[in-house]
């Protein structure tokens, strides 16, 4: 469509950043559920999955934090939870993406629902996965206009960015998102902060030895908007 | 015919700034037959651009906003208007029929059939209108501060006193009840105040102004600002905007004769 | 009078489907038997084409959730949000019979507009005495706010929403008329869109007409209006009963979906303002608010949804509105009785299709009619809406007939009686078998530079076999409504 108010931009934005949040997170979680099922102290893995993603320990065991972080509706850091507001930044869209774009989110919200009483969670979560592939596939084929489609990867790339430096990923794909992301914010007409750009490109200049002002990225990252 | 000069000031404080102010200010005397502006100057501040504005009544105003953010909105008005009676020939079948604030009571159709059994007939003419406007200003007091832009004319004459806009509200209940079309008018009137309120009822052909409050038939001294079916309708000043805010609104206005 | 408008905490207006007041019996009937067998019915009230819409029902409301095609309600004052139930046995309407139906509706909308013009101009229709005033000017539909407003091209009613239903006798009756912001369009639109995936052959072997051009119908509408700039949908919110209809008909027509914080008016025009801070010149509003919470300044002073200004410019001429403010005049239930005065006022001819039997208690005639056979007529309060304030005569004892005469009697102006008409039932899917159920037929009848009537149609049911109410929020459902080419 081409014209977008304030309040859509944000939505844009924000529906970008909690689709990427779903499945970045739940592509991890795999991987932490894979690990678990052969540890001894299965505690430790989930209580250090919260840390690096900054949310609460507040679960009473494992089994505890499987549920609630995956579907709980009240925990709102659950996967759940990040869905629903993925959704709600979505159906006010739909002039936007169109029918058919906004369908996969749809979809992606009812799959995790459906998996809610499931014995393979993995198996029955892949769907998730699939419907948010197929939103972001459908979103590049079906949505002409590039400024909507800018906004939404603008947030998605910043949110990847967020989380890969939070859990570890290797400094290659950081880069990587890194570029995706600057590419994308220098084509949008949202104000940003250019001094934090510079800073977190300053960062991540320093190759590997990034890690060593982690906490300052973060914090550069979070302060560009 | 008399010459008027008049002045209007409308000062609106709020305690914290706010934003997205819109606004409608209605207090140019109405051109019509019988009343003519000579010179009118109208200033708001902050200052704005103003576009004059019409509604479904008849009445022309000025609309405006102020987007960045204040916390006071001043408008001053000033100007010269000859007026002799006014004299409006148009009936608008609305003002038959009831309004949101003039719905009558079972006191105030009481009232009327009170007035109704002491004239012996229904009131239908100047002569049964005077004796109501003259019973009406007899049964309800003057006190300012115990109603409010809110109330209706059945809450006001229930609690039996009010101001202008009351008795206005009160009598053209009244009139319409008894199958008289009336209607509400803001103006201002000689002196130093507030702006005033009064009734304007169809007469054999025409609408002839009613004041109940002084219980006397409009003249050429009064100046006619805007009409409708009410209150809400001949609002002066009407606006919204975006920010919490407490308001106080602080009107004066002053008529002189000239000559 | 000052008011603050405070940001945020917006109000939502629930939308209210309406009640169908008749009552009708159950037996299977032959003039539907009729049309189905043009579907080459060979199973009681399922053709196979009908049958292989049945077969597909899963896959359909599969589909149907995955699009979203939902309606609000608001329970315990929460805002939920449901699919609407959906009836793969559509309502069948012959190309002879909606030809007719088709001219119908075009006289009756073409008047409803004549005489909305009139009375926000003239008054030519209450000076000669066609209609009394107090129907007109005591109403709460009428609005002086708009008197003396002459939209773009002088149109009033780009959208109607006329409710009909077709007696045992094949007459249709028109229901009433809904001028303000009739809904409902969109469903039959994507049922179709839907059906055809789930049920291709359906629509090989049977003609139907495409109803999927209701989009561009609206956008030529919305374009024959424009007065210059872009066409918005104006939806009050996410938590609007309709919101899905208002997205949906957004993106389907390529107008913006516009919250009432996107609009601003300046210099007597409106724009939309975009998120980089350019603002585009407005030229439609296609406003899914009602109008009392259009413009705080002009209406309801504490609206929190509505646009400071809005009525200014569009008195000014600078921007359309679709539908005008104030058409609530013309459906009003005490109006309605006046019709087909209107359509013999201003268009000269007789009315083509029929009110049901109406007799307004403010004529002493009629009054008497309605004293004397009270118990079978169905009485309405006209300033009730929604299907309130609607009684059946049959259905109350001799105290409470006594106390009607008596509230008939000192408040005449308030009500109409009508006959009670004997309606079409229609077959639902329950289970394995078909039942039949109360249904009306919401036509859209659609106003720009030539007036239209939508192939389709919106065809509510009632799921409830002795509920009249047809009420999406009391649980009923829609079937797509299928008109045949030939």
């Known amino acids: 469509m081409g014209i977008i108010s304030l309040e859509k931009s944000d939505h844009l934005f924000w529906l970008g950043r909690y689709a990427e949040r779903v499945f970045t997170t739940l592509d991890s979680f795999f991987r932490y559920f894979d690990r678990m099922l052969d540890m001894d102290d299965a505690e430790v893995a989930y209580q250090s999955f919260c840390k690096e993603l900054s949310i609460p320990n507040s679960y009473k065991d494992q089994e505890d934090f499987i549920h609630k972080y995956l579907f709980s509706q009240n925990d709102p850091n659950s996967v759940y939870s990040n869905m629903l507001r993925a959704f709600d930044n979505a159906v006010v869209l739909r002039d936007e993406l169109s029918s058919k774009t906004l369908s996969y989110i749809q979809l992606a919200l009812d799959s995790i629902e459906r998996a809610e009483d499931s014995q393979a969670l993995v198996y029955d979560l892949q769907p998730v996965l699939d419907d948010l592939f197929a939103f972001w596939g459908c979103l590049d084929d079906n949505v002409e206009d590039e400024e909507c489609r800018n906004i939404i990867k603008c947030g998605k790339y910043l949110e990847r960015l967020d989380l890969y430096m939070r859990l570890g990923y290797p400094y290659r794909s950081i880069e990587k998102e890194y570029n995706k992301f600057l590419n994308r914010l220098h084509k949008i007409r949202i104000g940003y902060n250019l001094s934090e750009v510079d800073k977190l490109s300053e960062i991540i200049n320093l190759g590997d030895d990034w890690r060593s002002r982690y906490q300052e990225a973060l914090l550069a990252l979070c302060n560009i908007f | 015919m008399k010459k008027l000069k008049f002045r209007y000031e409308m000062e609106l404080k709020l305690d914290r700034p706010v934003r997205d102010h819109h606004f409608r200010i209605r207090c140019k005397p109405m051109e019509a037959e019988g009343q003519h502006c000579e010179s009118f100057l109208c200033r708001t501040w902050p200052e704005t651009t103003l576009s004059l504005v019409e509604d479904g009544f008849g009445n022309h105003g000025f609309a405006g906003v102020i987007r960045q953010p204040h916390d006071s909105l001043t408008v001053t008005a000033e100007g010269i208007v000859c007026v002799k009676a006014v004299l409006d020939t148009q009936l608008h079948p609305m003002y038959r029929f009831v309004s949101a604030r003039t719905v009558p009571s079972a006191q105030i159709s009481g009232f009327l059939r009170e007035v109704e059994q002491e004239l012996g007939r229904p009131v239908s003419d100047q002569e049964g209108l005077l004796v109501l406007m003259d019973r009406l200003h007899g049964r309800f007091l003057y006190v300012p501060g115990v109603t409010s832009v809110r109330t209706t004319a059945a809450e006001a004459f229930a609690g039996g006193c009010g101001v202008c806009q009351d008795y206005a509200h009160i009598f053209i209940s009244l009139c319409r009840l008894g199958g008289i079309p009336a209607r509400y008018v803001a103006g201002l009137v000689p002196g130093e105040g507030a702006t005033h309120a009064w009734a304007e009822v169809w007469d054999q052909g025409a609408w002839r102004g009613y004041d109940p409050t002084h219980n006397a038939l409009v003249d050429e001294t009064y100046i006619k600002l805007t009409h409708g079916r009410d209150f809400v309708d001949g609002t002066v000043d009407k606006g919204c905007f975006l920010g919490y805010a407490y308001q106080m609104q602080q009107i004066y206005a002053k008529v002189e004769e000239l000559e | ?486």
């Open chain 3, 1 to 486: 009078m000052y008011i603050t408008n405070k940001v945020k905490a917006l109000r939502f207006i629930p939308g209210v489907f309406f009640c169908i007041a008749n009552a009708s019996l159950h037996d299977a009937e032959s003039s539907r038997e009729e049309v189905y067998s043009m579907l080459s019915i060979y199973k009681r009230g399922c053709g196979r084409s009908m049958r292989e819409l049945v077969e597909h029902m899963e896959g359909i409301n599969r589909l149907m959730a995955r699009y979203g095609v939902k309606f609000g309600i608001y329970k315990h004052n929460e805002f939920h949000e449901q699919l609407f139930p959906f009836d793969p046995l559509a309502r069948v309407i012959t190309a002879a019979e909606f030809a007719f139906l088709e001219r119908g509706l075009t006289q009756r909308v073409k008047a409803l507009n004549c005489f909305l013009a009139d009375i926000y101009g003239e008054k030519k229709i209450v000076k000669d005495g066609v209609i009394p005033e107090d129907f007109i000017f005591s109403s709460k539909g009428y609005l002086p706010q708009c008197e003396g407003i002459k939209p773009p091209k002088n149109i009033f009613s780009h959208i109607a929403g006329i409710d009909l239903v077709q007696a045992k006798d094949r007459e249709w009756y028109i229901l009433e008329d809904n001028l303000r912001i009739p809904s409902g369009a969109s469903y039959p639109m994507i049922a179709r869109e839907l059906t055809r995936q789930a049920s291709p052959r359906t629509f090989t072997a049977n003609h139907i007409v495409d109803n999927r051009n209701y989009a561009a119908m609206l956008k030529e509408v919305m374009d024959a209006v424009n007065t210059g700039g872009i066409n918005v949908v104006l939806t009050p919110g996410r938590y609007n009963a309709a919101f899905f209809e208002h997205s949906y008909l957004a993106e389907r027509s390529g107008a913006i979906l516009a919250m009432p914080q996107d609009l601003f008016v300046e210099d007597n025009r409106l724009y939309y303002r975009q998120y980089h801070g350019r603002q585009l010149q407005v030229g439609t509003v296609y406003r899914r608010i009602s109008d009392e919470y259009l413009d705080p300044l002009c209406f309801e002073p504490d609206s929190l949804i509505g646009v400071p200004g809005i009525m200014d410019v569009y008195r000014s001429g600078n921007v359309a509105l679709v539908n005008a403010p104030g058409n609530g005049v013309a459906d009003d239930k005490g109006v309605y009785y006046f019709v087909p005065h209107m359509v013999k006022y201003y268009l000269g001819e007789e009315a083509i299709l029929k009110n049901a039997p109406t007799y307004l208690a403010f004529y002493e005639k009629d009054r008497n009619f309605i004293l004397e056979h009270l118990e079978r007529l169905v009485v309405k309060d006209v300033s009730e809406a929604g299907g309130y304030g609607v009684v059946f005569g049959s259905e109350l004892t001799k105290e409470k007939l006594e106390d009607l005469k008596k509230v008939i009697c000192r408040e005449p102006r308030r009500f109409i009686a009508q006959e009670v008409i004997d309606f079409i039932d229609l077959d639902i899917v329950e289970g394995d078998t078909a039942v039949p159920r109360k249904a009306d037929l919401r036509a859209f009848v659609l106003t720009g530079d030539t007036t239209r009537v939508w192939a389709s149609g919106l065809t509510r049911f009632s799921r409830n076999p002795d509920s009249f109410v047809v009420n999406s929020s009391q649980g009923g459902g829609f079937k797509d409504t299928w008109v045949l080419s030939r």
